[in-house]
């Protein structure tokens, strides 16, 4: 079966970086864009960062631009998402999850979800 197992999530103070991973298995990953999103207590879930299938396109919340990069291997069929400059309000549960309608679906367009990796920043 389709798993997505996110890795690399962790306590951080703001300013430092994180680096997450995602590998997934069970799919052919390099026919499906890739997505990171993030939900907080409270808050809905957030579009991060997409990737197309080969790479080429990406999209980035306004919210992470220009602090966080997404990233691929589809020869070790994972997803990256380096992190810098974190702020306590990047706080979350990161989620990755696949899609095969490209680099611009939202949340309802995705097939397959991570279980997340917990992401918490400290002022």
């Known amino acids: 079966q389709v798993q997505l197992v996110e890795s690399g999530g962790g306590l951080v103070q703001a300013g430092d970086s994180l680096s997450l991973s995602c590998a997934a298995s069970?799919?052919?990953?390099?026919?499906?864009?890739m997505g990171w999103f993030r939900q907080a207590p409270g808050k809905e879930r957030e579009r991060v960062a997409a990737?197309?299938?080969?790479?080429?396109?990406?999209y980035y919340a306004d919210s992470v631009k220009g602090r966080f990069t997404i990233s691929r291997d589809n020869a070790k069929k994972t997803v990256y998402l380096q992190m810098n400059s974190l702020k306590p309000e990047d706080t979350a549960v990161y989620y990755c999850?696949?899609?095969?309608?490209?680099?611009?679906?939202?949340?309802?367009?995705?097939?397959?979800w991570g279980q997340g990796t917990q992401v918490t920043v400290s002022s």
């Open positions: 069970g799919l052919a990953f390099s026919t499906y864009a």
């Open positions: 999850a696949a899609n095969t309608w490209g680099v611009t679906a939202k949340s309802g367009r995705y097939d397959y």
């Open positions: 990737i197309s299938w080969s790479g080429v396109s990406t």
